[in-house]
């Protein structure tokens, strides 16, 4: 015993215990699956809530808002895409135990963005707005401008969500590709939503403008 100390082999050789690289080809299978799992639910929620609840909006200008969003969000989510499918892009490959922390961390996150998503939404469905506005506030029946709840503090809450999203998935599959794809998602959605900042303004006037000055764009103190 004495000479396998002094030889300096490791604990798990000692113990006669080998750790297979299927091991942790399956562990990061269970934790791609699972973040997978949370993506797809939170997307099946969402188209889910949209076909029962559609937004008022002009089919042609829907249909251009839509796209603007997909094109705008493909850089982000090509890339998610590729990595669930079991791509790896940049991966940390951190210690054993900093690896379950990182990939721990992410699913919690993963969680809250879900939570984040959805809450705009079900506010909608209670209260029956309709957003972004493209006409007239007062041409569409019980429209109103929401500013409690999420929206007391942050003027896009559904948009925090997604970054907060980006940097989840990106933990959960620990890559450094985080580090690309979080500025060019704060980019692209701040585009989206200066655009959407400019209807709102159209449609509420000097109301809009005091809701703005006392809010942030996507996250208090910060932006």
Known sequence: MANTLASGASPRKRLGVQVSPAAHTMSELHW?????????????????????YPQI?????????RLRIALTSLPVTGPILLQLAG??????????????????I??????FATVGLMWP???RLRRAVWSPPVTAPNSIPAH???TSGPYRHVRHPFYAACLLGVVAVELALASYLLLLLFPIAVIGLSIVARAEERNLELAYGEKYRQ????TWRFVPLVY
């Open 211 to 214: 809701y703005m000055r006392r």
């Open 57 to 65: 909006i002009e089919g042609s200008k829907n249909r251009r808002r």
């Open 106 to 111: 992410g699913i919690i996150l993963a969680l």
């Open 144 to 146: 109103q401008l929401v």
């Open 87 to 104: 791509i790896d892009i940049l991966p940390m490959n951190p210690s054993d135990s900093m690896d379950f922390v990182v990939r721990a």
């Open 32 to 52: 791609r699956i699972l973040i997978g799992l949370i993506v797809a639910a939170t997307i099946f929620v969402r188209l889910a809530y949209d076909r029962v």
């Open 121 to 123: 939404r079900m506010m």
